[in-house]
């Protein structure tokens, strides 16, 4: 046990504890340590979902959803992973659900509040080749985010999680796969895919 007795757990001891103490008192049916990960959560999981679906009212209630999910299935939850990537895994899976039944094909990077602003976008260059971070360099910041979100906006779901998690997110390949539950490979090859198809729409704007 970890030497909190139930009538004695309070918010403020439990925001001294890692995710993985306060994951293990939520599976013993502890309220306030669910509240306590939703309260880490809450923002990140919106504002990836908000930066999926582009529509902050719809995005609060997936967001909703994946903690109901969570909350359902956190005795599921084996520690040996982290916490984090099975809580966006979630999160991502609800919103790409609700965009295959929808058939929402939107995105937007810089209308979310935690999204990378345009200047940072363009300090980036989504990686996608020297060639290509030229031709981007010599746009203007405010045309460049547009242009990248109308890109964007046209990648298949899937491509789409891996680009903002690598790209916005600031995740490695191997946290993409475990957050996605996909084999390592086939991360490597959406996002290169997503860059190629990136690199070909953004392409009329080097002439």
């Known amino acids: 046990m970890l030497g909190y007795p139930h009538a004695m757990l309070i918010s403020d001891e439990l925001g001294t504890l890692p995710d993985a103490d306060v994951v293990r008192l939520a599976q013993q049916g502890r309220e306030l340590a669910f509240r306590e990960l939703v309260r880490r959560y809450e923002r990140p999981v919106f504002s990836l979902v908000f930066r999926m679906v582009r529509d902050r009212e719809l995005a609060e209630d997936l967001a ?34 609700h965009l295959r039944r929808r058939r ?17 976008i363009e300090a ?41 998690l690598r790209h916005v997110e600031g995740r490695s390949y191997e946290e993409i796969a ?27 704007l080097r002439q």
């Not at 984090?84 to 979630?90: E, G, N, Q, R, T």
Request: aromatic share 6%; hydrophobic share 40%; net charge negative.
């Open 178 to 204: 475990a957050t996605l539950d996909l084999p390592l490979g086939t991360v490597k090859t959406y996002i290169h895919r997503a860059r190629h198809e990136l690199r070909e729409a953004l392409e009329p």
């Open 64 to 97: 909703q959803d994946a903690f109901i999910k969570v909350l359902n299935h956190i005795d599921r939850y084996s520690p040996e992973f982290k916490f984090s990537s099975w809580l966006f895994k979630i999160a991502n899976n609800v919103a790409i659900d």
């Open 124 to 164: 980036s260059t989504l990686d996608i080749g020297s060639d290509q971070e030229n031709a981007l360099d010599e746009m203007e910041a405010k045309e460049l985010g547009s242009a990248i979100e109308q890109a964007i906006a046209r990648l298949r779901p899937e491509y789409r999680s891996c680009i903002m």
């Open 104 to 120: 929402i094909d939107t995105i937007s990077i810089d209308g979310s509040p935690h999204a990378a602003s345009a200047s940072e």
